[in-house]
């Protein structure tokens, strides 16, 4: 079964955290334990932000990420641009999350749905929707190709909730607080390189 996500996971010292998504589906289809559990691991967070944007619970979420993820192992095969992953991904998601909440409001007829249900109608996700996926993805991607510090660093400040103070994220480092700042300066500014290089804006 496929875990609910936590909100930067990596897999830290993995080279094939940094494999296109063509050599990951390449590896999949050669039997590949290990690019299948990278394939998830990169898009794991992108499924589950999907139904989450729209207003899915969490435990719900992760029912749809477990099916989009059985769906793409039975359909790698016939993907006909393995490039096009993400973009698969996204519709697939959209579509399992629509038929979730239309089956959700025939258990609760009476209950008046968010404008936004209308953009799901035939399963098709709104372009500002998929562009702000999208960049998510970027940012996890990019995340993903710094180093082992600058990545559990971003991750510690950035994606913990509720957030931690200095003094924690230094303990768990193994740094000193007073250093903290200047790494994460130079950690963001090899981010926004890389971000850059991708055509983020």
């Given at each position: ?22 050599r ?44 989009v ?52 109608a ?19 991607d ?60």
């Amino acid at each position: 079964m496929t875990e609910k996500p936590a909100a930067g996971e990596s897999s830290a010292g993995d080279p094939t955290i940094t494999w296109s998504d063509e050599r990951l589906v390449q590896g999949c289809l050669d039997g590949s334990e290990r690019a299948w559990t990278a394939l998830v691991d990169k898009y794991k967070n992108l499924i589950f932000s999907i139904p989450i944007k729209y207003g899915v619970s969490r435990d719900d979420a992760a029912d749809i990420l477990q099916s989009v993820c059985l769906e793409l192992l039975s359909e790698l095969s016939n993907l006909k641009k393995p490039g096009a992953v993400r973009s698969w991904l996204i519709t697939v998601t959209v579509r399992k999350t629509f038929r979730w909440k239309r089956k959700m409001r025939r258990r609760l007829e009476n209950e008046r749905f968010e404008e936004d249900q209308e953009s799901l109608a035939e399963g098709v996700a709104p372009r500002d929707f998929v562009e702000e996926v999208e960049r998510g993805q970027m940012v996890r991607d990019a995340v993903a190709r710094l180093s082992p510090r600058c990545r559990e660093l971003i991750r510690l400040l950035f994606y913990e909730q509720p957030p931690i103070p200095y003094s924690e994220v230094a303990q768990r480092l193994s740094l000193a607080q007073g250093s903290i700042g200047f790494i994460r300066g130079r950690c963001l500014h090899r981010l926004t390189k890389l971000l850059q290089d991708v055509g983020y804006d």
